[in-house]
């Protein structure tokens, strides 16, 4: 009995050393195990730290990036505008400049238009003769107003201020002829200078006629309107033809020349009237030069053959017509 005690004791001695064995394993083994899981808690909780850290950075870049983008949106839409404001001045710029265009293209029609300016509308239908005589006074002009007043034919004088027989322009307006001024000097080149000299030279003739017989205002250029002797003061005529007539003056040029300034003899001067007459329908004005001793031969003649194709004479005045040339220069 005793020995089956013995032996009941030694397997519940070793029964209870195997289950505090046991025990203990168990024990160790989930000692372990805690701080396995420990460790791996600890691990994810700082993952986790490193995560949120790491969201909490992007939220932040994110919020640049946006600023960033908000600052490049402003920017894009500063560019735009500065765009549309220099679009819109390039546009000023360009009406601007066409208008420039448009002004300098009238400006140049104009002066085409003054350059090649056309002659006046057409004589008036009716036939009126006005014999024009430059270049005098001088002695044959008295031989010139006997023969105009055998004819009752009145005519107009173009004179010269320093011809030494300046005086007659009295004789002139008393037999109920007009007087015109040509020039004072009669010189191409300096009377034709420049504007200035144009008037000084004006004023100069006027100032002759006008202590005799009071002022007149009916002008005829030296060679006409049309004349080229001027070439050397390029443009002048073009501006003379303006600025004669705005100072007051009337201008007249010709449309029947009796070619006595080209050494014509009388006959020529006869013929060369009266045939330039016959072909027009209304009125002439006849240049002739009462300088020429042709011309006083031939006057009787040419007042006779233009009283039969129907002219009546009368002189210029300041509404008459002006028989203007086209200006060449
Ligand atoms: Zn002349």
């Known amino acids: 009995m005793a020995f089956f005690n013995e032996v009941k004791n030694i397997v519940f001695t070793v029964i209870i050393v195997i289950l505090s064995t046991t025990l203990i394993a168990v024990s160790v083994v989930f000692a ?17 730290e490193t995560t949120r850290e790491n969201l909490a950075a992007t939220e932040s870049e994110k919020s640049s990036v946006e600023s960033q983008l908000e600052a490049e949106r402003q920017e894009r839409q500063r560019l735009e505008q500065e765009n549309a404001g220099l679009k819109s001045e390039i546009e000023q710029l360009k009406a601007k400049k066409a208008e420039e265009e448009a002004k300098k293209l009238a400006l140049q029609q104009q002066q085409q238009a003054q350059q090649v300016r056309p002659p006046q509308t057409p004589p008036p239908a009716t036939k009126v003769c006005y014999l024009t005589f430059d270049d005098g006074p001088c002695e044959n002009t008295l031989a010139i107003l006997n023969i105009l007043a055998r004819y009752n034919a009145k005519a107009t004088f173009f004179v010269k201020g320093n011809s030494k027989c300046i005086d007659y322009v009295k004789n002139i ?14 010189d191409y080149k300096q009377l034709y200078a420049s504007d200035a000299a144009y008037f000084n030279d004006l004023n100069a003739v006027s100032a002759a006629v006008e202590q005799r017989i009071g002022n007149v205002k009916l002008v005829r250029f030296p060679g006409g309107s049309s004349n080229e002797v001027s070439k050397h003061c390029p443009g002048i005529m073009t501006r003379l033809t303006k600025s ?31 045939s330039q007459a016959s072909k027009k329908s209304g009125a002439i004005c006849v240049l002739m030069h009462d300088i020429k001793i042709n011309t006083t031969q031939a006057l009787p003649s040419v007042i006779e053959g233009l009283i ?22």
Do not use: C
């Open 32 to 48: 372990l195990r805690g701080a396995e899981i420990n460790e791996a808690y600890l691990t994810a909780s700082s993952e986790l």
């Open 173 to 186: 307006k008393d037999a109920g002829h007009a007087v015109g001024l040509h020039t004072y000097t009669h």
């Open 244 to 274: 004669v007539p705005e100072a007051g003056y009337a201008y007249f040029d010709w449309n029947v020349d009796s070619g006595d300034a080209m050494k014509f003899n009388s006959q020529q001067i006869i013929e060369a009237v009266l």
């Open 308 to 329: 039969q194709q129907g002219y009546y004479f009368d002189v210029l005045s300041h509404d008459s017509y002006g028989f203007h040339h086209g200006v060449k220069n």
